[in-house]
């Protein structure tokens, strides 16, 4: 497995921006497809986006398509989540993981190797 460690979060205005990265440690990192979900207070932890293992790939949901781009350099061992045009129910604790199958997923059963989250707050 990969360990992960994700940064880049804080407090930003509606309408702002903020690029999130996730630093992958482990010789497997170029073979995991990556993925980022979100938790907000009192919900259940949700897809966010996913890249696939050589970063040809990519899915999104719905609610941050067109607005959140997700990348990789496998060089760097670091997968990021661009966020633009932020809206306070973007507000939650973002989470970096890693699936081993190596295709884009929406499925938070695939994941195996998860950060421990980065706090983004969005303020109206």
């Known amino acids: 497995q990969v360990q992960l460690v994700e940064s880049g979060g804080g407090l930003v205005q509606a309408g702002g921006s903020l690029r999130l990265s996730c630093a992958a440690s482990?010789?497997?990192?170029?073979?995991?497809?990556m993925g980022w979900f979100r938790q907000a207070p009192g919900k259940e932890r949700e897809f966010v986006a996913s890249?696939?293992?050589?970063?040809?790939?990519?899915s999104y949901a719905d609610s941050v398509k067109g607005r959140f781009t997700i990348s990789r350099d496998n060089a760097k061992n670091t997968v990021y989540l661009q966020m633009n045009s932020l809206k306070p129910e973007d507000t939650a604790v973002y989470y970096c993981?890693?699936?081993?199958?190596?295709?884009?997923?929406?499925?938070?059963?695939?994941?195996?190797?998860w950060g421990q989250g980065t706090q983004v707050t969005v303020s109206s």
């Open positions: 993981a890693g699936n081993r199958f190596g295709g884009t997923s929406d499925s938070i059963k695939e994941y195996v190797s």
């Open positions: 890249i696939n293992w050589v970063g040809t790939g990519t």
């Open positions: 482990g010789r497997t990192f170029s073979t995991y497809a």
